[in-house]
């Protein structure tokens, strides 16, 4: 059974960083590409960046291209995600996904996830 466990959310100020991890077990992830997704208050939960097996291809939403870095480690079980230049929009509970490459290629859907970790807290504060 797959298992997703993150660390590192936390409370910031407009401006700050934070760096989320996570790290994944009991499972095969060669072909999947792992990453994350957001929940804000009274919102759906939404696509927020992925990276191949490989981490040769990285995919961002439009609103942290250039503030977020998605990466993985050499053993392709953990996943980072790099939050630079914060803003209070960015708020939300932050989950961790695995999800076939080809899937993650062409949506960015939370359906095409196979795996959710818990998810962690980041308030940023204006």
């Known amino acids: 059974q797959v298992q997703l466990v993150e660390s590192g959310g936390g409370l910031t100020q407009a401006g700050g960083s934070l760096r989320l991890s996570c790290a994944a077990s009991?499972?095969?992830?060669?072909?999947?590409?792992m990453g994350w997704f957001r929940r804000a208050p009274g919102k759906e939960r939404d696509f927020v960046a992925a990276?191949?097996?490989?981490?040769?291809?990285?995919y961002y939403e439009d609103s942290v291209k250039g503030r977020f870095t998605i990466s993985r480690d050499n053993a392709k079980t953990t996943v980072y995600l790099q939050m630079n230049s914060l803003k209070p929009e960015d708020t939300a509970v932050y989950y961790c996904?695995?999800?076939?490459?080809?899937?993650?290629?062409?949506?960015?859907?939370?359906?095409?996830?196979?795996?959710w970790g818990q998810g962690t807290q980041v308030t940023v504060s204006s």
């Open positions: 009991g499972g095969t992830f060669k072909t999947y590409a």
């Open positions: 990276i191949s097996w490989s981490g040769d291809s990285t």
């Open positions: 996904a695995v999800a076939p490459e080809w899937k993650v290629a062409i949506s960015r859907n939370p359906e095409i996830v196979d795996a």
